[in-house]
């Protein structure tokens, strides 16, 4: 069996989009379950742009969840005006719906690997909140977000070591900040971030006036990231309308971004595949 998480065709009718996504690291470090658990070793499971993330009862046993942190109304508000602001300097979706799929993209990964629950879970809340620094600016919003976080975060009971673990992955999944996988939580946020390219983030309602960022996400309309633990592998699986956008314009764009989620897949302990239209490209 396969694992997988995909961002479903069915938003791609949804143009517009008002709100449509603990230790130390070395200890962090994935541990793939052995092999002959009752895991299976890879997965499929198709997500949905909507999709509400759960959350495990081991998880919410072990301290506080996602859902406490996406119900903080300090963080919900920060979170419109990360999305609201972006989208007053031109940039696509990045609010609700990037948070809620990153979150769930992140989590999915690390669960499929075989990671323990609260793992997961902060793998969850820090993709959730990866992008709320763009509520400051967009300049080094990875590190203003990460501060932002910090007191809401201890409000809300986090441990000192898992608000370590949280701000280093909200502060290094941005390529043009340096950013770089520090830690299983933040390598996961990586590749669940980057991996949201979609039609449903484009704001631009006038197909004429796209930029190459409009065009690369409206052209994608299908996203799914699939992990197999049994071969180590992670594969972004895409769907692109060429006709909407070439795939030089792809690449021309999330070039580096794909390196970088390469690079967080080798601290997963796995490969990094790239397939496009059924084409596997990396
Ligand atoms: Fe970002
Ligand atoms: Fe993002």
């Given at each position: 069996m396969r694992r997988a998480f995909a961002l479903g065709s069915?938003?791609?009718?949804?143009?517009?989009?008002?709100r449509v996504s603990t230790v130390t690291e070395a200890a962090q470090a994935p541990r793939p379950g052995a092999e002959g658990t009752n895991a299976p070793d890879e997965r499929k499971k198709v997500h949905r742009a909507e999709t509400k993330t759960k959350t495990p009862l081991e998880a919410k046993r072990q301290g506080p969840t996602l859902e406490d942190v996406r119900t903080d109304e300090r963080v919900r508000t920060y979170i419109r005006a990360a999305n609201q602001q972006t989208g007053a300097i031109g940039y696509t979706e990045h609010g609700e719906r990037h948070a809620t799929t990153s979150a769930d993209g992140a989590r999915f990964i690390l669960r499929s690997l075989g990671h323990e629950a609260r793992r997961c879970e902060l793998a969850a809340i820090s993709a959730y909140l990866h992008d709320i620094g763009n509520a400051i600016t967009r300049d080094r919003h990875g590190q203003t977000g990460a501060l932002l976080v910090k007191g809401i975060l201890e409000d809300l009971g986090f441990t000192t070591a898992e608000l370590a673990t949280i701000m280093g992955a909200i502060a290094n999944h941005e390529e043009a900040e340096?950013?770089?996988?520090?830690?299983a939580v933040s390598a996961a946020v990586i590749i669940a971030d980057k991996s949201d390219?979609?039609?449903?983030?484009?704001?631009?309602?006038?197909t004429t006036t796209f930029d190459i960022h409009d065009r690369v996400n409206y052209a994608a309309t299908s996203a799914e990231i699939k992990v197999s633990r049994k071969e180590k592998l992670i594969t972004l699986d895409l769907t692109i309308d060429t006709e909407v956008a070439p795939l030089m314009e792809y690449f021309e764009i999330f070039l580096t971004r794909m390196m970088l989620s390469r690079r967080a897949a080798e601290f997963l302990r796995c490969r990094f595949a790239l397939v496009i239209n059924n084409t596997r490209l990396l």
């Open positions: 069915e938003a791609r009718e949804r143009r517009h989009v008002s340096g950013g770089l996988p520090v830690s390219v979609h039609r449903s983030r484009v704001r631009n309602p006038k």
